[in-house]
């Protein structure tokens, strides 16, 4: 019994009596009108649910069986000061869109990308384009042109109960399992640790590039509760008697690339840097930088941090400071620097951003990954997807890894 549950028991005892009204159907919960595939945690930030979204997009988008299919990514928008249902378009700005859906669509330009803090009304808006124009909570959407999905990625909609999705993906830090966490503010859960066994799948994240399947199996025995773990289906047993998956993965940084047109290339070949970041953890961004430069100043702000005018001036400085010297900053950081006015000429040439990627551990659990999402695309709805026959065969269609080289970023 964890001391969370006496020190924080309104807070604990308010989740526990909310996931009741929902789990004995109080409360009410609708599908969306095509497949949803969640994607979520119940950490406070941190277990990387942009690179993994990504990662769900990118495969949807490389499967034969769904590249042809409209595809569209759904997400709060944390941080945006737009309201209601939005289209964001690569030209908007992070604080009409929020940095991460921006940087997804500026990533995926051909896929729908949008915001809206309630899950349902998104997923009706997206899957009937016309409502956004005839309906009075679609009047405040600017960008009213987008084709009807097909299938609809949910980013951090694991806490939204008011919206089941066809497959539920939970992600959990590989060094800061959910059952060794306590419950905000004495640790960095934002729900009950219960709430995992919920979810279809479990990938972990942020794994060491390589680890063993003893390894794996022992992670997973001491970590998860799940009975008669099978590392050919990569599926065990949750206590409630629900079949889960299991996936393990990390993310590789790719090669730096210009935050503005005006980049100048030569500086990626610098032996120096300067490093700002705004996120929840820039020990791997730090990491994959000292690996490459001699990072001389680092300059740390809060995550989804909003740049001002001040910052410029404290980034500049720095720069000044060591004028051969690359500035970087990672992707989710750029986007909301991308519109910013005011920032010298100078700096402009030399920053740079670090792109990320998720990546499987093994060309099996990338398999598993691929057929769950095909299930998922190509069922019914209406219907909980069940998970009972998921298979690990290879020849469902012709994805190829390539998962280790930074430069195969894509």
């Known amino acids: 019994m964890m001391i969370d549950k006496f020190l924080l028991a309104p807070y604990y005892l308010?989740?526990?009596?909310?996931?009741?009204?929902?789990?004995?159907?109080?409360?009410?919960?609708?599908?969306?009108?095509?497949?949803?595939?969640?994607?979520?945690?119940?950490?406070?930030?941190?277990t990387g649910k942009t690179p993994h979204t990504e990662l769900t997009v990118r495969t949807l988008l490389e499967m034969p069986e769904t590249a042809g299919k409209n595809i569209a990514v759904l997400s709060r928008g944390y941080g945006r000061r737009s309201k209601g249902f939005q289209q964001i378009l690569p030209g908007d700005n992070a604080d009409f869109a929020g940095d991460e859906p921006l940087q997804i669509k500026t990533k995926y330009p051909d896929i729908t990308v949008a915001v809206d803090a309630k899950r349902v009304e998104g997923c009706?808006?997206?899957?009937?384009?016309?409502?956004?124009?005839?309906?009075?909570?679609?009047?405040?959407?600017?960008?009213?042109?987008f084709p009807p999905a097909d299938i609809i990625v949910l980013d951090d909609a694991f806490q939204h109960r008011a919206l089941s999705p066809t497959i539920s993906i939970l992600l959990m830090d590989y060094s800061r399992p959910?059952?060794?966490?306590?419950?905000?503010?004495?640790?960095?859960?934002?729900?009950?640790?219960?709430?995992?066994?919920?979810?279809?799948?479990?990938?972990?994240?942020?794994?060491?590039?390589?680890?063993?399947?003893?390894?794996?199996?022992?992670?997973?025995?001491?970590?998860?509760?799940?009975?008669?773990?099978?590392?050919?289906?990569?599926?065990?047993?949750?206590?409630?008697?629900?079949m889960q998956t299991v996936l393990f993965t990390s993310v590789r940084y790719c090669?730096?690339?210009?935050?503005?047109?005006?980049?100048?290339?030569?500086?990626?070949?610098?032996?120096?840097?300067v490093a700002f970041s705004g996120i929840a953890d820039d020990s791997r961004f730090m990491a994959y930088l000292a690996g490459k430069y001699k990072v001389v100043r680092h300059i740390a702000f809060s995550d989804h941090h909003k740049f001002s005018a001040s910052d410029i001036g404290t980034i500049?400085?720095?720069?000044?400071?060591?004028?051969?010297?690359?500035?970087?900053?990672?992707?989710?950081?750029?986007?909301?620097?991308?519109?910013?006015?005011?920032?010298?000429?100078?700096?402009?040439?030399?920053?740079?951003?670090?792109?990320?990627?998720?990546?499987?551990?093994?060309?099996?659990?990338?398999?598993?990954?691929?057929?769950?999402?095909?299930?998922?695309?190509?069922?019914?709805?209406?219907?909980?997807?069940?998970?009972?026959?998921?298979?690990?065969?290879?020849?469902?269609?012709?994805?190829?890894?390539?998962?280790?080289?930074?430069?195969?970023?894509?």
């Not at 009706?124 to 042109?145: I, M, V, W």
Request: aromatic share 6%; proline share 6%.
């Open 14 to 46: 308010t989740l526990k009596f909310r996931h009741f009204l929902y789990d004995k159907g109080l409360k009410k919960t609708a599908r969306a009108d095509v497949p949803t595939v969640c994607i979520g945690n119940i950490t406070v930030g941190g």
């Open 316 to 410: 500049s400085a720095a720069a000044m400071s060591e004028p051969t010297a690359l500035v970087a900053t990672t992707e989710k950081d750029s986007q909301r620097l991308k519109t910013m006015k005011k920032i010298p000429e100078t700096l402009r040439k030399r920053m740079f951003r670090i792109p990320i990627e998720a990546y499987f551990l093994t060309e099996k659990e990338e398999t598993v990954f691929r057929n769950l999402l095909l299930q998922a695309a190509s069922s019914k709805p209406e219907l909980k997807l069940d998970f009972k026959e998921i298979h690990n065969d290879s020849s469902t269609n012709s994805l190829v890894l390539n998962n280790i080289n930074s430069s195969n970023c894509r």
């Open 255 to 273: 090669e730096a690339a210009p935050v503005f047109p005006e980049g100048d290339q030569r500086y990626v070949y610098a032996k120096r840097a």
């Open 178 to 242: 959910v059952s060794k966490d306590l419950l905000l503010p004495l640790g960095r859960l934002r729900d009950l640790r219960g709430r995992a066994s919920a979810a279809d799948v479990i990938i972990v994240t942020k794994s060491p590039a390589y680890i063993d399947e003893t390894h794996k199996r022992e992670w997973i025995s001491d970590f998860l509760s799940l009975r008669n773990f099978d590392p050919d289906t990569l599926r065990g047993e949750t206590p409630e008697g629900k």
């Open 124 to 145: 009706d808006f997206l899957s009937h384009p016309e409502k956004a124009g005839t309906q009075p909570k679609g009047r405040e959407c600017l960008h009213k042109d």
